[in-house]
């Protein structure tokens, strides 16, 4: 479980961006945080991969601090960020991709060797298409080698920035199909999301934020249910459902 207890960071010389920031991901489950553009969302993310050290306030992984830590530190704690987009090799085969998942321990041969067969039986499209090119992929295929790499080193969390964006919606789904076997392995996700429905109909918890503070924790499938919810992401009138 990584619990935020009043996490205060920013950028620069200017002022703080998050203001006390308190929520929990708990462990072998999805939370995605929604809000608006400029909330702090990306920055909770990367206060918590180490690619911002915070100014005040604890990042508990477990009951160790993880806060202000390296981002190679955080990495070898298990917390992994799958990048998006491009993350790939081109000319690579999709084996040799998920392989380099594994790079800091690539001494452990066996060890390797054992867990891409398990991530092979986990993730089809990876034993289909071991031997073509990454170039070869679709777009959503791309993104499904993308967390076969993050589970080579058998990550506790996984962080996911607006994962959705630039897919069509088949790839969107092959997408949740690839987070939810992540939480299937027991990784705890932390996600944000733009597509404010994908995310919560992903997601077992939701966080909403803005102006760098929590607004509202609760039930994803609670959220989105809430008649409030149209009002608080799409502006005065609530969406029109089509059928
Ligand atoms: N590298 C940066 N340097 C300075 N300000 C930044 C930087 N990244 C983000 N910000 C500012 O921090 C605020 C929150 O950004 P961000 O966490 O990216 O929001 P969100 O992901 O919710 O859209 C915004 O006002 C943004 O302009
Ligand atoms: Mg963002």
Redesign the pocket.
């Known amino acids: 479980m990584i619990t935020f207890q009043n996490l205060v960071a920013?950028?620069?010389r200017?002022g703080d961006?998050?203001r006390g920031v308190d929520f929990s991901a708990a462990e072998s489950a999805i939370t995605c945080?929604v809000?608006?553009?400029?909330?702090?969302?990306?920055?909770?993310l990367?206060a918590c991969s180490g690619l911002l050290q915070p100014r005040g306030g604890q990042v508990m992984l477990g009951d160790e601090d993880i806060g202000g830590r390296s981002p190679a530190q955080i990495l070898r704690r298990g917390v992994v960020q799958v990048p998006q987009h491009n993350g790939l090799f081109p000319s690579l085969t999709v084996r040799e991709n998920v392989m380099l998942g594994a790079y800091v321990n690539r001494r452990e041969r066996e060890r390797n060797r054992r867990r891409y067969t398990e991530i092979a039986e986990l993730y089809p499209l990876i034993a289909e298409r071991a031997d073509d090119k990454a170039a070869s992929l679709s777009g959503g295929q791309r993104r499904t080698v993308e967390f076969a790499r993050a589970l080579m080193l058998t990550p506790r969390v996984v962080l996911l920035?607006?994962p959705t964006l630039g897919l069509d919606p088949k790839a969107s789904k092959q997408l949740a199909d690839s987070i939810t076997t992540l939480k299937q392995e027991g990784v705890t996700v932390l996600m944000?999301e733009q597509n404010v429905r994908f995310g919560l109909t992903l997601a077992d918890h939701a966080v909403v934020?803005e102006g760098?503070r929590v607004l509202h924790t609760g039930s994803a499938g609670a959220l989105l249910a809430d008649p409030d919810m149209g009002r608080l992401f799409f502006g005065a009138a609530p969406p029109q459902e089509t059928s």
Do not use: F, Q, R
Not at 35 to 44: C, E, I, L, W
């Open positions: 920013g950028y620069g200017a961006i998050l945080i809000g608006p553009n400029g909330a702090g969302k990306s920055t909770v990367k920035d607006e944000v934020m760098g």
